[in-house]
């Protein structure tokens, strides 16, 4: 069993910037790809965020290009999301995501951007 633990979320203007946070629990970090989800309040839906391999190739959904950089860390089992030049409608739960042969989710954190 895998847990993963998201954290950095909080409160933001627009312009601003945050760093989240997911620290795996898994010895075998380095073999998986990990994402992150958001999910808005009016969604019922997850969508995806941006994602890196295992080879530390990158991919990000179009509305968060050139804003958000997703990186990780091998040694210290985490994946970091960067978040700048933050807009009102980023606001949503921040998941994590590590497929394995599983499917493995964070328990979310809140992002909210608000004057």
């Known amino acids: 069993q895998v847990q993963l633990v998201e954290s950095g979320g909080g409160l933001v203007q627009p312009g601003g910037s945050l760093r989240l946070s997911c620290a795996a629990s898994?010895?075998?970090?380095?073999?998986?790809?990990m994402y992150w989800y958001r999910q808005g309040s009016t969604s019922q839906e997850r969508e995806l965020v941006a994602?890196?391999?295992?080879?530390?190739?990158?991919s990000y959904a179009d509305f968060v290009k050139g804003r958000f950089t997703i990186a990780r860390d091998n040694t210290n089992r985490t994946v970091t999301l960067q978040m700048d030049s933050l807009k009102p409608e980023d606001t949503a739960v921040y998941y994590c995501?590590?497929?394995?042969?599983?499917?493995?989710w964070g328990q979310g954190t809140q992002v909210t951007v608000s004057p």
């Open positions: 898994t010895n075998n970090f380095r073999f998986y790809n």
């Open positions: 995501r590590l497929v394995a042969r599983a499917d493995y």
């Open positions: 994602g890196i391999t295992s080879d530390l190739r990158t």
